[in-house]
Nanobody
Framework: QSQLVESGGGLVQPGGSLTLSCVAFGFDLAGYGIGWFRQAPGRVREGVACMTGTGNTDYPASVKGRFTISRDNAKNTVYLEMNSLKPEDTGVYYC???????????????????WGRGTQVTVSS
């Protein structure tokens, strides 16, 4: 059974840093397009980072320069490094992966194949 499992969330003070991990079980992440999304209470889910199957990345303006997506194919894991965190970064963070159309995931930020269950990130003093 294939699944994505996120970890690394927690409580962090404004200005702090956190790195999330997303491990794939039951399938090989190499060549997949990857996305990180977040959802705050009462708000729609939004994409915060994506990476195509060949490693091209994209970020929305709200996190560009602060968030970095990366992958370690040997560990079958994707990471989201988050720096200079703000209270508005609070939310449940999800990772997603698509193999079909892996080179186009950053065009429309649409993922249909694999989703994790999320990890909570709270930025508060």
């Amino acid at each position: 059974q294939s699944q994505l499992v996120e970890s690394g969330g927690g409580l962090v003070q404004p200005g702090g840093s956190l790195t999330l991990s997303c491990v794939a079980f039951g399938f090989d992440l190499a060549g997949y397009g990857i996305g990180w999304f977040r959802q705050a209470p009462g708000r729609v889910r939004e994409g915060v980072a994506c990476m195509t199957g060949t490693g091209n990345t994209d970020y929305p303006a709200s996190v560009k320069g602060r968030f970095t997506i990366s992958r370690d194919n040997a560990k079958n894991t994707v990471y989201l490094e988050m720096n200079s965190l703000k209270p508005e970064d609070t939310g449940v963070y999800y990772c997603a992966a698509d193999h079909v159309g892996a080179e186009y995931v950053c065009d429309d930020w649409t993922f249909t194949e694999e989703w994790g269950r999320g990890t909570q990130v709270t930025v508060s003093s």
